[in-house]
T-cell receptor, first 112, second 114 residues
């Protein structure tokens, strides 16, 4: 069974600093996709970034980037130049076909 | 594109009442998912549809829960009778079928059963 683990229930970062959120997953497949979702207090789930497992290059979206280590089954999210609006719950997710698994989330606090 | 539209945004009901949650997916998306989110259990997949057909409802907790998708632009999740432990945020999400596509989520319905 595929599982997604986020070992950091809570994280905090100073405004303008960089923070890394961890995610590991378990799969026996070689072809899959990984995602990070952001859930602010408004509770809207927002797709932040995605990574194709067959691509070695790490995905980047503006201040958000990932460190994808396929062999280690690790998929961390780095947020650079953190802003107050980045405060939210962040979920790591794995998808293969219509099997979509979410981690338990990391609550990120941004300190002004 | 209006995104995935869910209604109502909030629902408070008494135990034993029937509750119907509604979802309009993004036009052109052919997969639709219903999730439940609670503090204790996180995000749980309840059921998903491909091309309006229910594919996997193994996450539906009990027979009190039922979901339908009569056409490509509308789905409902019904709870009858409702119980206090059903209190949660219920999300609908849609996507284009295919591994590379992430979900687009609705804003969720916060259900409180008293």
């Amino acid at each position: 069974a595929q599982t997604v683990t986020q070992s950091q229930p809570e994280m905090s970062v100073q405004e303008a600093e960089t923070v890394t959120l961890s995610c590991t997953y378990d799969t026996s497949e070689s072809d899959y996709y990984l995602f990070w979702y952001k859930q602010p207090p408004s509770r809207q789930m927002i797709l932040v970034i995605r990574q194709e497992a067959y691509k070695q290059q790490n995905a980047t979206e503006n201040r958000f980037s990932v460190n994808f280590q396929k062999a280690a089954k690790s998929f961390s999210l780095k947020i650079s130049d953190s802003q107050l609006g980045d405060a939210a719950m962040y979920f790591c997710a794995y998808r293969r076909g219509n099997q979509f698994y979410f981690g338990t989330g990391t609550s990120l606090t941004v300190i002004p | 594109d209006a995104g995935v539209i869910q209604s109502p945004r909030h629902e408070v009901t008494e135990m034993g009442q029937e509750v119907t949650l509604r979802c309009k997916p993004i036009s052109g998306h052919n997969s639709l998912f219903w999730y439940r989110q609670t503090m204790m259990r996180g995000l749980e997949l309840l059921i998903y549809f491909n091309n309006n057909v229910p594919i996997d409802d193994s996450g539906m907790p009990e027979d009190r829960f039922s979901a339908k998708m009569p056409n490509a632009s509308f789905s409902t999740l019904k709870i009858q009778p409702s119980e206090p432990r059903d209190s949660a945020v219920y999300f609908c999400a849609s996507s284009l079928r295919g591994q590379g596509k992430g979900y687009t989520f609705g804003s969720g319905t916060r259900l409180t059963v008293v």
